[in-house]
């Protein structure tokens, strides 16, 4: 005969399922994977000889966000060229958009955090909806982030809008350069925020 036991959800844990149910449309299942998308590196715990802390989720939320937003331009713009998908991506995916989002989630009323006042921590509640996307991945699965982002992109952009307004900056230059027989060389430069860890080219 198997016994299965079962970890009984503390009142505060129910009230996060319940919380996180609202904000994400699905039942939690691992709860413990968004307990940690909801502490920030500034807050991280050791629990067994491993910290515990937002920032691994934050960086497979980074890259499915990335791909989800990728997947739902391509099909929504058939004909858009890769420039215009890339710039209506980055207004999509960029650091005040995510801010905007997630306060608007209230998950800075979610995340733990320290803040000791030495560096600025504007940014926290976009970096945890990265994280969040990230535990819901792995919760969930790519279909479920799918719908996530879906709901997401339709409350807060005008994607059709926002197309007309986009410039492809890089092909035009391209074509002013061509056209006076000029040579040009993109450079990649680092840059890292001034809250985070990670390091971004651009």
Known sequence: MNIFLF???????KELSDILKKITGFRIKNLELFKTALR???AAILHNGKLYNNERLEFV???ILNAIV????YIEFPKASEGKLSVLRSLIVNRQSLNKIAE????DDLVIYRNTGNSPMKNLAGNSFEALLGALYFDRGYKSCKTFIKGIISKHFDLRNLLK???D???KLLQFMQKYKLDIVFNTYENCESNEKNIHFC
Do not use: A, C, F, M
């Open 7 to 13: 970890k009984r959800k503390t009142k505060e844990e």
């Open 40 to 42: 920030h590196s500034s």
């Open 61 to 63: 939320g980074d890259s």
């Open 70 to 73: 990728s997947d739902i331009l």
């Open 104 to 107: 608007d989630l209230h998950l």
């Open 165 to 167: 307004q986009t410039k």
């Open 169 to 171: 900056y890089k092909s």
